[in-house]
């Protein structure tokens, strides 16, 4: 499977370096930059609302929270979106990775496993239905516009993977999750938390508050909304403007793309074609669509590195504060 993944991450990054090129990379290149630092920054700036919205999804799951606990989802969340989209070792790398933040900042084990299971769940559900929407308002205001096959097969691989994921939490997912790291010889992930059996208990335990839950989704699918606003301002800065109902069109539908190719790290590839394809109902140029793509990568570049720099010191002092504890007599 690890071999897999590697040959699907290249393949990956083979598809988007051929459009690019194919297009030509000095136009997209020239579009992208036309956004400028003050475009970042708006972006940037949307991009945080969103993972603060995530955050407080989140934070709903976790029963009996430690104090401060929004700030500790915010930090767990800020790090499980940059493993996922940087450094993506398998599918779950920055779920593991955000479990393991909140069970090393109070939260028991077990709930701190369970409560990023069911914010994965309401996380995809929510999706779909922002999905659905957009798919809606494409229909009611583009009448006649033929809806292609490869839009009808992202959206059921969607609904699909999100059904196979609820129904997997009763059938032992979570005991093979829990063998997965060892399998990827990944040490860091589920075997340094204690208590992960009692991930099936978090889960009964979450699920018996549902307005927690349904909170919890709606603010998801709040998220997802304003995330539309990324392609929104980054078109608008190209000097390619499209109204915010065709971008909220077009985020949901590269959306439920990238859901339904969860398995491809980074997604590489998948959303290049994916913007080229759905940008064309709204008259994006392949280049503007690529451009869009690169920016939405290079966003993704400048919020994550600190984050890892970051995460990585913290695992310094920690792994030098175990060590003088170790050494130390008594």
């Not at 691989?157 to 609820?166: D, E, R, T, Y």
């Amino acid at each position: 499977m690890r071999v897999g993944l590697i040959i699907g991450a290249l393949l990956g990054l083979a598809v988007a370096t051929v459009l690019i090129v194919h297009f030509g990379w000095r136009q997209v290149a020239d579009a992208a930059l036309a956004v400028g630092w003050q475009g970042l920054a708006v972006l940037i700036g949307i991009y945080l609302v969103c993972l603060l919205l995530c955050a407080v999804a989140w934070r709903l799951l976790i029963l009996d929270a430690p104090p401060r606990a929004v700030l500790i989802c915010l930090w767990a969340r800020w790090l499980r979106e940059s493993v996922g989209n940087l450094i993506a070792l398998l599918p779950t790398a920055g779920e593991i990775a955000g479990a393991r933040e909140l069970a090393l900042a109070g939260v028991r084990p077990g709930m701190a496993g369970a409560s990023i299971v069911v914010d994965l769940t309401l996380e995809i559900l929510s999706q779909i239905v922002f999905t659905l929407f957009g798919l809606a308002l494409l229909i009611t205001w583009y009448r006649g516009l033929a809806i292609g096959p490869w839009l009808v097969t992202g959206i059921t691989l969607s609904v699909l993977a999100a059904g196979g994921f609820i129904l997997a939490q009763r059938q032992g997912l979570f005991r093979f999750l829990e063998r997965l790291p060892e399998r990827f010889d990944v040490k860091w992930a589920w075997s340094v938390l204690p208590d992960a059996e009692g991930i099936h208990a978090g889960l009964r335990a979450i699920y018996r508050h549902r307005a927690r839950v349904l909170s919890s989704g709606a603010i998801h699918l709040a998220a997802w909304a304003a995330g539309a606003g990324e392609a929104y301002a980054g078109l608008s800065f190209m000097g390619h403007a499209i109204a915010w109902s065709d971008a909220l069109i077009l985020e949901s539908i590269a959306f439920a793309l990238r859901t339904a190719a969860f398995v491809i790290p980074s997604r590489l590839g998948i959303q290049e074609g994916g913007y080229i394809l759905i940008g064309a109902l709204f008259g994006l140029s392949p280049e503007v669509a690529l451009a869009l793509s690169l920016l939405k990568r290079g966003r993704e570049l400048v919020t994550g590195l600190p984050c890892l720099v970051i995460w990585q010191s913290i695992e310094t002092r920690r792994l030098w504060a175990k060590g003088r504890r170790a050494k130390s007599p008594g």
